[in-house]
């Protein structure tokens, strides 16, 4: 009864308070930064396409319209320089052409280049990590675990 608990417990939990306040600093630091820099809101790219998927039978890709929406509600869409569709339809449409190009199989994703290294194109096929890695923002969980979700139902159906 008066014997003293574990440090182990309180460890974990210290560490984890630790972690989760040096998130929320980050996090508060980088809006803080990207506010007063409009610039450094692109880690590296200078124009970024966003290439969608229409099906053969003219239909839309339901996961593609979500990422949009989610671009749209993360208030990135001027980062987008240009849409692209890839359209089973037709096989030479510039969305299918880049899709062979980069070997990609899944829509949507996203083709990212520098200026300063043109010929150097750099795919993304899960919109957090093009949001993480060239907009410098963080999703949170459940809009990851959404997107990961609607990825795995498509194949399902």
């Given at each position: 009864?008066?014997?003293?608990?574990?440090?182990?417990?309180?460890?974990?939990?210290?560490?984890?308070?630790?972690?989760?306040?040096?998130?929320?600093?980050?996090?508060?630091?980088?809006?803080?930064?990207?506010?007063?820099?409009?610039?450094?809101?692109?880690?590296?790219?200078?124009?970024?396409?966003?290439?969608?998927?229409?099906?053969?039978?003219?239909?839309?890709?339901?996961?593609?319209?979500?990422?949009?929406?989610?671009?749209?509600?993360?208030?990135?869409?001027?980062?987008?320089?240009?849409t692209v569709v890839a359209d089973e339809r037709d096989m030479s449409c510039e969305g299918i052409v880049l899709a062979r190009k980069h070997n990609v199989t899944r829509a949507p994703f996203f083709v990212v280049t520098d200026d300063a290294k043109p010929d150097v194109e750099k795919v993304y096929d899960v919109y957090f990590k093009l949001k993480k890695d060239v907009f410098a923002q963080e999703s949170g969980e459940a809009e990851k675990n959404e997107e990961i979700i609607r990825g795995m139902m498509k194949q399902v159906f």
């Open positions: 009864n008066g014997e003293p608990l574990p440090q182990r417990p309180f460890n974990l939990l210290r560490s984890m308070f630790s972690r989760a306040s040096n998130q929320l600093i980050k996090r508060a630091g980088s809006s803080l930064w990207q506010s007063q820099l409009p610039c450094a809101a692109r880690s590296f790219a200078s124009k970024v396409t966003f290439v969608k998927k229409i099906y053969a039978d003219g239909s839309t890709c339901q996961k593609c319209d979500f990422v949009w929406k989610q671009i749209e509600k993360d208030g990135l869409t001027e980062k987008i320089d240009r």
